[in-house]
């Protein structure tokens, strides 16, 4: 069955650059979230899309924006990045429609991010 | 806000033998739902098992199954005939409860690293 896929699987920038992670959900999936694992943590919520819109922010900082377009990836943007943000981004998936609520959440393989 | 704990750090046990985790959590909602994900050394988050909290019944999944216990506000997963696979670690995590449509975003425990020896 296909699963959420993620690029990069691993990404290396330097202090005060950008990045690009996306994530494409399982087909038919409206719903994505975006986690955070920093090294030896668990998961932190960023945020979430259902429908192309936002549905719930968590501890994004303002330098992250993110967003769902027509086909129901998602993309997060990172810039000015700092050494701290190193971490595993999970991108998860799940159907959340009508009579659908409460599904189980599908995550990717991560992308791993290095700040240097 | 919903807390979720997980007071070992650290399990090990043979392989073969069966192994519990523990894992509490704190909410005042009434419509939620609990999940035990794996995460082996390949870093991958895999779903193991989950719970409605409005089931009284204990969720099974193979060797998997849970003790849920609404009042105590706890949910221990239990692996029995534990394989050298089932190297990960293992985290908790709580969803708040929606009534039509939509999901709700996962709050995890800090999770267990659990080793099976062979």
């Known amino acids: 069955a296909a699963g959420v896929i993620q690029s990069p699987r691993h990404l290396i920038k330097e202090k005060r650059e950008t990045a690009t992670l996306k994530c494409y959900p399982i087909?038919?999936?409206?719903?994505v979230y975006w986690y955070q694992q920093g090294p030896g943590q668990d998961p932190q919520f960023l945020i979430s899309?259902?429908?192309?819109?936002?549905?719930d922010k968590g501890s994004i900082p303002d330098r992250f924006s993110a967003q769902q377009f027509s086909d129901y990836h998602s993309e997060l943007n990172m810039s000015s990045l700092e050494l701290g943000d190193s971490a595993l981004y999970f991108c998860?998936?799940?159907?959340?429609?009508?009579?659908?609520?409460?599904?189980?959440?599908?995550f990717g393989d991560g992308t791993r991010l290095s700040i240097l | 806000a919903q807390t979720v704990t997980q007071s070992q750090p650290e399990m090990s046990v043979q392989e073969a033998e069966t192994v519990t985790l523990s894992c509490t959590y704190d909410?005042?909602?009434?419509?939620?739902?609990l999940f035990w994900y794996k995460q082996p050394p390949s870093r991958q988050m895999i779903l193991v098992i989950r719970?409605?909290?409005?089931?009284?019944q204990n969720a099974t999944e193979n060797r998997f199954s849970v003790n849920f216990q609404k009042a105590a506000k706890s949910f221990s997963l239990k692996i029995s005939d534990s394989q050298l696979g089932d190297t990960a670690m293992y985290f908790c995590?709580?969803?708040?409860?929606?009534?039509?449509?939509?999901?709700?975003?996962?709050?995890f425990g800090t999770g267990t690293r659990l080793t099976i020896i062979p």
């Open positions: 899309f259902y429908e192309k819109m936002q549905s």
């Open positions: 998860a998936s799940s159907f959340s429609g009508q009579g659908y609520s409460n599904q189980p959440q599908h």
């Open positions: 909410t005042s909602e009434n419509n939620y739902y």
């Open positions: 995590a709580f969803m708040k409860g929606v009534s039509n449509f939509g999901n709700e975003k996962l709050t």
């Open positions: 719970q409605e909290a409005y089931k009284q």
């Open positions: 087909p038919r999936h409206d719903t």
